[in-house]
C-alpha cells in the first residue's frame, strides 16, 4: 500500500473510532407541575423575563447597579476564568492536530573525530529535521478531553451569569435595606423629637407640682431610648454604605440615594411561571449540569488511556559532517510509520484513575440534584415571603394608623389632665415600634420579589440551551457513571 493510501486508511479509521466511555446524558430529576406557593394553575409568564432595569426602576440603584457591573471584583475574577477556559479548550482542540517539531544541530567547537554514520543524522553531524507524531484518536481518548474542555468552558460561563444575577440581587438587596435603615433613622429623629418636647412639658409640670418626678423621669427615659436607638441605626447606615462600596468594587465611600422605601417601585403581580423553565434558565443550575457533562466525559477520556496508544510519525531532514555540504544532493533523509505504546506497569494505577473518574462524576450528579432542589426551595421560599409581607404590610398600615389616632388622644388627655402619663408612654412607644416594624416590613417584601427573580435565574429571556455545545438529550433515561463503552 502506497504512503497516500495508508494515509487515507488512517484517517477513515480515525474518524469512525467510537469513543469509549459514556455519552452524556442529563439526568432526569423530579420536576413538579406548578410551585407550591403559586397556585394550582401553572403560569406560562414568569418575573424573571423581565431585565433586571425595568423591575428595579429606582435611578440611583440602576447606576449603582451599573457600576458594580463594570467594577465588582468578583465579576472580574469570573470573566478572567472564562478566558482561562477558552484557552484551556483551544489547546485540546490541538491534540486533533499532527504535532510536528523542528531539531537544528551543530557539533561542539573543535576537531570532529567521532563516528559518522551514513543516511541519519548524528550528533557529531551539521543537521536539520522534523519530526511528526500524530495520535490515531481510535478509543476517543482526544474527543473526550475535548468535550471536557468544552463542558467546563460552558460552566465558567454559566458560573459568570450566575455571579452577575447574585451582583444585581445583592446590590438591590443592599440598597433596598440602606433606605429601610434611612427610613427608620427618620422615624427615630421624628420620635427623638416628640419625646424631647414631651420631656419639657414633663418638667414644666413638675415644676408646676402638677406630676411627681417619677413621671418626669420616664419620659426621660424613653427620650433617652430613642436617643440611643438613633445611635443605632447611624451605625447601621455607614456599615451598610460600606458593604455597597465593597459591591461596587470601590473603597469604603458614602452611597448617593434615590427614591424611598416607600416609593419603589412595587409589581402589580409576581408570577413565577413554569417549574420546568427552572433547569434551562439558572445558572448555577446550568454550571452543574457542564460539571456533570464534564465528569462525564473524563471516565470515557480516562478509559481510554488504558488501551494502547496508536500514532503515525514521520521523519524528514538533512545531515552532513560538514556544513558546506549540508543541502547538497545525497544529504536528505526520511522515514515514516506507525507507533505503539501499550501500558504496562502503569495499567493497574490506570484502572485506579478511571474508578477516581467515575467516582467524580457521581459526585457531580449529586451536586446537581442537590441543585435543582434548592433552587425550587429557594422559589417557593421567595413566593411565601411575597405573599406574607403583603398581607403583613397592610395590616402593619392599619397598626399605624390606629396607633397615631391612640397617641394624639392620650396627648391630648394628659395635657387636660384627664389620664396619666402611662397612656402617652404606652401609645407612643407602640406606635414608634409599630413604625420601625413597617419600615422593616416594607423593606422585607422588596427584598423578596429580588429574591424571587434571583431564584427564578431572572435576566436571561433568551433561552440559554440554544447557544449550548452539547446538545439535548433523546430521552432522559440514561445519566452519569453509565459505565458501558461503545
Known amino acids: 500500500m502506497n504512503v497516500r493510501g495508508l494515509t487515507s486508511s488512517v484517517v477513515l479509521l480515525t474518524v469512525t473510532a467510537c469513543a469509549v466511555g459514556p455519552d452524556y446524558h442529563r439526568p432526569a430529576v423530579p420536576v413538579p407541575e406548578t410551585y407550591r406557593m403559586a397556585g394550582e394553575a401553572p403560569q406560562s409568564q414568569s418575573i424573571a423575563n423581565l431585565p433586571w432595569w425595568e423591575l428595579l426602576r429606582d435611578p440611583e ?25 477558552q484557552a484551556r479548550l483551544g489547546a485540546a482542540r490541538i491534540d486533533y492536530a499532527p504535532q510536528i517539531d523542528a531539531v537544528v544541530n551543530a557539533p561542539a567547537l573543535g576537531r570532529l573525530n567521532g563516528v559518522r554514520l551514513p543516511g541519519f543524522a548524528t550528533p557529531f553531524n551539521y543537521y536539520g529535521q522534523t519530526e511528526l507524531s500524530w495520535e490515531l484518536d481510535l478509543w476517543g481518548r482526544i474527543r473526550r478531553a475535548n468535550e471536557s474542555a468544552r463542558a467546563q468552558l460552558l460552566a465558567r460561563e454559566d ?3 450566575a455571579i452577575v444575577l447574585e451582583l444585581v440581587s445583592s446590590v438591590a438587596q443592599a440598597y433596598f435595606e440602606l433606605r429601610q435603615l434611612d427610613l427608620q433613622l427618620e422615624i427615630t429623629n421624628r420620635t427623638l423629637r416628640s419625646w424631647e418636647d414631651s420631656v419639657a412639658i414633663a418638667q414644666a409640670r413638675l415644676r408646676r407640682g402638677l406630676i411627681p418626678k417619677l413621671d418626669a423621669d420616664q419620659f426621660e427615659s424613653e427620650r433617652d431610648n430613642a436617643a440611643a436607638r438613633k445611635a443605632e441605626l447611624e ?77 503515525l510519525t514521520g521523519l524528514l531532514g538533512v545531515a552532513s559532517p ?10 536528505g533523509y526520511g522515514a515514516a510509520g506507525l507507533g505503539l505504546a501499550v501500558p504496562l506497569l502503569n495499567a493497574t ?24 432542589i434548592i433552587a425550587f426551595k429557594e422559589v417557593n421560599d421567595a413566593l411565601v415571603a411575597i405573599d406574607t409581607s403583603r398581607r403583613e404590610t397592610d395590616a402593619q398600615e392599619a397598626q399605624v394608623q390606629s396607633l397615631q389616632s391612640a397617641l394624639h388622644l392620650a396627648e391630648e388627655r394628659y395635657r387636660g389632665g384627664l389620664s396619666n402619663y402611662l397612656d402617652v408612654l404606652t401609645a407612643k412607644r407602640n406606635l414608634f415600634d409599630a413604625e420601625l416594624a413597617l419600615a422593616s416590613t416594607r423593606r422585607l417584601h422588596l427584598v423578596s420579589i429580588v429574591q424571587l427573580y434571583k431564584a427564578l435565574g431572572g435576566g436571561w429571556s433568551t433561552p440559554v440551551r440554544e447557544s449550548r455545545l452539547i446538545p439535548e438529550p433523546e430521552s432522559q433515561d440514561k445519566g452519569a457513571g453509565d459505565a458501558s463503552s461503545h
Open 322 to 331: 560538514q556544513l558546506s555540504n549540508l543541502l547538497t544532493s545525497g544529504t
Open 235 to 311: 451605625r447601621a447606615v455607614v456599615q451598610k454604605e460600606d458593604e455597597l462600596s465593597v459591591l461596587l468594587g470601590s473603597n469604603p465611600a458614602g452611597i448617593p440615594r434615590g427614591q424611598a422605601l416607600t416609593d419603589q417601585f412595587m409589581p402589580p403581580a409576581v408570577p413565577a411561571g413554569l417549574p420546568s423553565d427552572l433547569l434551562r434558565r439558572r445558572p448555577d443550575i446550568l454550571e452543574s449540569e457542564q460539571v456533570l457533562a464534564a465528569a462525564t466525559a473524563g471516565i470515557g477520556e480516562a478509559k481510554a488511556e488504558r488501551f494502547p496508544t496508536i500514532s
Open 159 to 161: 458560573n459568570q451569569r
Open 61 to 85: 440603584l440602576q447606576k449603582l447597579v451599573g457600576i458594580a457591573l463594570e467594577e465588582n471584583k468578583d465579576l472580574n475574577l469570573a470573566a478572567a476564568s472564562v478566558e482561562e477556559y
Open 349 to 372: 494505577s490506570l484502572g485506579f484513575q478511571q474508578k477516581v473518574a467515575v467516582a467524580l462524576a457521581k459526585q457531580a450528579l449529586a451536586r446537581y440534584e442537590k441543585t435543582v
